[in-house]
């Protein structure tokens, strides 16, 4: 456990076990408190999300995994302020988030870059709308170039994005997220739409970036692989409706992370196989209601339990 | 076995010489013979069935009679342009020698007051209908806009817009007409009441289209767009700038082209009625009119309203494709 260099002091006394009183007392960093999400609809309220309880610390890298319909964008879009919690709320650095804002910057699954700006104007419209009072002209030009340089687009900044493949797309949308400074940034399937080898690409550039810059990521993912190659914690989710947090699992790998060494690691293939279970043995998506019932809360193995 | 590839090379190229000769052939007949043919038989059609119809004034005119007033029409244009330069010239002629007479002589300098020509209409109806388009161009793009960023204003004028959209100009017009003589009294007026009649006509009914299709352009933007600008924080104006504008700007465009069409139609028929001296008051006069000739002139007209029509479609199309970032949107 102290090889996990990254995490920083605060990280492995939040791992000890005595501490986790701790994480519902105030100061956690991002708290996300139970939420509960009630779609209406014409038959009334659908109940996509239950009693959603996570924190998190500065410099965490969490995943969101779970089925395709589990409410793992809703709860990421609540983080973002993009949908109101029914119930329950998110405190970030103790402030109630209920609207979006730029120092919660969201990586898109389709990039969403604005398709009429280059890649320069598509970086520069954020800097412009975070960084206008505290930046010069000059110093604006050398952040953004700076960011693009790190997701290493420099080479196309004048691009529009119809130029650039796919990939290099989702990378302006990551340099876009990055160049506002947020204290979280939030990925929602950020390499879904992606083909395989780019998507590994990506995952190594994101963990370089991750390296350098230390920052509170969560990621939404479909990728087993990804979110153990990638976080600090895996939160797994169970179908919907009423869907909440299942297991959180811990990856204490050592950073930073090949994925060649680590296809061979015992630990890396424990905790992949942990996720496995979880997704195609506990939450089965096919499942009849009665494992349904079963799954969540009750019969859970030593992980860490949404603390409640 | 050189020589071999030699001859493997050269019957390539050959080939690809045929190929291009074959690719160039067809694209040939399709854009130049296709079209050419089909002219050719309408002019046929138009030319028998004209001689078959007989009016009041004469047979109907064929395609020879209408380019005979073609070139009348263009020769009457030289006469009176001709008579005009030798109008100014004897009033010159005339105050330079009251002038010379009398150094204190106060030269009246007045205008040409000739009949307006063919191509004088041509120019007044091009003149009429920008300014009634881009009247309506400037009320109809920012309420769409605002139609489309605010859902409930667009579901209460939705109805008033949809009922006034197949309005006919014929229809409009007598109001229109009595409104202008009743607002616009003016001793000394910068425009003519009849323009005014007819451009409001054409603003009146190019108005909807803009205003439906940019409304929906702005309603249809994609929703992470949306998003994107929400985590930003922009404020409306640059919202409205620098994301919604840019991206319903293929629809605006679309509407406005809808609209241009709209209101080349819309002219004829106002100017017409309004006696704004435009290609509509030239078909109205020889209609009126009824010498041999004017069925001729005016299947003129129609032809050369048809082509400004055109072209004028081909200008918007231009501008469009200037103006888009999205150029799969820009069809002909």
């Known amino acids: 456990m102290n090889n996990i260099k990254r995490t920083g002091p605060e990280k492995s006394i939040e791992n000890s076990f005595e501490s986790s009183f701790e994480n519902i007392a105030n100061n956690v960093f991002l708290n996300i408190s139970q939420v509960d999400m009630v779609f209406p609809t014409p038959t009334g309220g659908f109940t996509a999300l239950k009693e959603v309880d996570l924190q998190i610390d500065k410099g965490e890298f969490i995943s969101l995994i779970g089925h395709s319909g589990c409410g793992k964008s809703t709860v990421l879009n609540i983080v973002a302020g993009l949908h109101q919690a029914t119930k329950g709320g998110v405190l970030l650095n103790n402030k109630e988030v209920n609207e979006p804002g730029p120092e919660r910057a969201v990586v898109f699954q389709n990039h969403s870059l604005l398709p009429w700006l280059t890649c320069y104007q598509n970086v520069e419209l954020a800097v412009k709308q975070v960084f206008n009072k505290t930046m010069s002209k000059g110093e604006m030009k050398e952040w953004i170039e700076y960011n693009l340089k790190l997701v290493h687009m420099d080479h196309a900044m004048h691009k529009r994005p119809d130029e650039i493949s796919g990939g290099m797309k989702q990378r302006i949308g990551i340099a876009r997220a990055l160049a506002m400074q947020p204290e979280v940034l939030l990925m929602d399937e950020p390499f879904g739409a992606l083909d395989a080898l780019t998507r590994a690409h990506m995952q190594d550039s994101l963990m370089e970036i991750q390296n350098e810059l230390n920052n509170t990521v969560i990621m939404i993912t479909h990728d087993v692989d990804e979110a153990v190659l990638l976080s600090d914690r895996i939160v797994m989710m169970t179908n919907g409706p009423e869907a909440t947090i299942g297991e959180i699992l811990d990856v204490n790998l050592a950073r930073p992370r090949s994925r060649l060494s680590l296809a061979k690691d015992i630990e890396y293939n424990r905790l992949r196989s942990e996720v496995l279970t979880f997704l195609y043995e506990k939450q089965r998506k096919v499942a009849s209601i009665s494992s349904k019932a079963t799954a969540p809360q009750g019969s859970l193995p030593k992980q860490r339990v949404n603390a409640k | ?332």
Request: positive net charge.
């Open chain 2, 1 to 332: 076995m050189s020589s071999t590839t030699v001859n493997i090379t050269s019957l390539t190229i050959t080939e690809q010489v045929l190929k291009l000769v074959k690719n160039s052939l067809a694209k040939i007949t399709n854009a130049v013979l296709l079209p050419v043919i089909g002219i050719s038989i309408f002019l046929f059609l138009w030319s028998i069935t004209a001689q078959s119809i007989h009016t009041s004034l004469g047979d109907f005119p064929g395609p020879n009679a209408v380019v005979k007033q073609f070139s009348s029409l263009y020769f009457e244009h030289k006469t009176e342009r001709e008579k005009a330069i030798a109008f100014y010239q004897r009033q010159d002629k005339r105050n330079a020698a009251k002038l010379a007479k009398n150094p204190d002589y106060n030269a009246k300098i007045r205008a040409y007051t000739g009949k307006e020509t063919f191509l004088d209409q041509i120019i007044t109806s091009l003149v009429t209908v920008t300014c009634g388009f881009l009247a309506a161009a400037f009320i109809a793009i920012p309420f769409g806009i605002w139609m489309g960023l605010n859902k409930k204003l667009n579901l209460a004028l939705n109805p008033i817009v949809q009922v006034f959209k197949p309005v006919s100009p014929l229809a409009w017009l007598p109001l229109v007409t009595m409104v202008v003589s009743a607002l616009y009294v003016s001793d000394d007026p910068m425009v003519s009441k009849s323009f005014l009649t007819s451009m409001l006509t054409v603003t009146l009914c190019s108005l909807w289209p803009m205003v439906i299709n940019t409304s929906m352009g702005v309603s249809a933007i994609n929703s992470d767009l949306l998003n994107v600008s929400k985590v930003l924080r922009l404020d409306t104006l640059t919202h409205v700038n620098k994301i919604v504008l840019p991206a319903s700007v293929p629809m605006i465009f679309t509407g406005m082209r809808l609209s241009f069409g709209v209101a080349w139609m819309v002219l004829i028929a106002a100017e017409m009625l309004a006696q704004n001296p435009g290609l509509g008051k030239f078909v109205w006069d020889e209609f009126q009119n009824g010498s041999s000739d004017s069925l001729a002139r005016i299947m003129a007209a129609v032809v050369v309203i048809g082509f400004i029509g055109f072209l004028l479609d081909r200008v918007m199309l231009q501008l469009q494709r200037k103006v888009s970032w999205d150029k799969s949107s820009v069809n002909a």
